[in-house]
T-cell receptor
């Protein structure tokens, strides 16, 4: 099956700094990747759709200036949390699809802002 | 906008027994996909089963099967012969058939397996 990786798996940063999370499709090309956010004991919420070579599409209520998404190649999308605050602490998960409707998920990144 | 509702925050079942997790959804679309995902403590999302809305036949994957009622907008998951490894959060999810859309998830059901 298709494999999606994320790096780092866990990051701790200080309030006010920025942190970058990488999502890679290891064995397929992905023109579209998705970023989700999951708070403790809650469900996944779609944050944005990352499109290779074009601007990301953000869901309503997601601050595009805080969560910068770059899809620089067919195998890599990055999510940068700018000027992070403790309320940005969460579990961030990316997913992608090689061609069909089925999505494959990365293992997630736990972000802790102190 | 589509919504997915899972009304059972937690379910408990004895090992080797059968359990059914409920899911309802709301959409105005006629063609779409439905999924059940499992999220164990590792938090890796694992696809359990999928259903295409245009298919009348209910999907089955080994011990996992669904009861898809399109008119009622219901998509329940039945787990037979429950095993300890089935313990996890289970999320029902919806995806539109057209375009490159992300998934809409329900709130999840925490499944506990009693040995």
């Amino acid at each position: 099956g298709a494999v999606v990786s994320q790096h780092p798996s866990w990051v701790i940063c200080k309030s006010g700094t920025s942190v970058k999370i990488e999502c890679r499709s290891l064995d397929f090309q992905a023109t579209t990747m998705f970023w989700y956010r999951q708070f403790p004991k809650q469900s996944l919420m779609l944050m944005a759709t990352s499109n290779e070579g074009s601007k990301a599409t953000y869901e309503q209520g997601v601050e595009k200036d805080k969560f910068l998404i770059n899809h620089a190649s067919l195998t890599l999308s990055t999510l940068t949390v700018t000027s992070a605050h403790p309320e940005d602490s969460s579990f961030y998960i990316c997913s992608s699809s090689p061609a069909s409707y089925e999505q494959y998920f990365g293992p997630g990144t736990r972000l802790t802002v102190t | 906008a589509q919504t997915v509702t899972q009304s059972q925050p937690e379910m408990s079942v004895q090992e080797a027994e059968t359990v059914t997790l409920s899911c309802t959804y709301d959409t105005s679309e006629s063609d779409y996909y439905l999924f059940w995902y499992k999220q164990p403590p590792s938090r890796q999302m694992i696809l359990v089963i999928r259903q295409e809305a245009y298919k009348q036949q209910n999907a089955t994957e080994n011990r996992f099967s669904v009861n898809f009622q399109k008119a009622a907008k219901s998509f329940s998951l039945k787990i037979s012969d429950s095993q300890l490894g089935d313990a996890a959060m289970y999320f029902c999810a919806y995806r539109s058939s057209g375009g490159a859309d992300g998934l809409t998830f329900g709130k999840g059901t925490h499944l506990i397996i009693q040995p």
